[in-house]
């Protein structure tokens, strides 16, 4: 069964800085691509960022400019989003999910929750 643990959340102030992580179990890590979504409040599940194990790159939203770091640790079975320069817009339940996934980026974990207010 796939499991996927997020944490890292919390609050912070605006143009702070976060680590998320994501602990990965129940299938072999290192040989899938995974992705960080993100769900603010009212709106829709918003796509983050992409760590492909086709290409070895890593792919971000346009909103994440380069405030925002994706990274993997395969012996670990864990990924990390690096979250700098916060902004309120960036509040928001993020989430890690494992490829390939369906309309609603199923499997994902339970989230971090992540509020950035001064």
């Known amino acids: 069964e796939v499991k996927l643990v997020e944490s890292g959340g919390g609050v912070v102030q605006p143009g702070g800085s976060l680590r998320l992580s994501c602990v990965a179990s129940?299938?072999?890590?290192?040989?899938?691509?995974m992705s960080w979504v993100r769900q603010a409040p009212g709106k829709g599940l918003e796509w983050v960022s992409t760590?492909?194990?086709?290409?070895?790159?890593?792919y971000y939203a346009d909103f994440v400019g380069d405030r925002f770091t994706a990274s993997r640790d395969n012996a670990k079975n864990t990924m990390y989003l690096e979250l700098r320069d916060l902004k309120s817009e960036d509040t928001a339940m993020y989430y890690c999910?494992?490829?390939?996934?369906?309309?609603?980026?199923?499997?994902r974990g339970q989230g971090t929750q992540v509020t950035v207010s001064s």
């Open positions: 129940g299938f072999t890590f290192r040989e899938y691509s």
């Open positions: 760590l492909s194990v086709v290409d070895q790159n890593a």
């Open positions: 999910t494992k490829h390939p996934y369906d309309k609603s980026y199923r499997p």
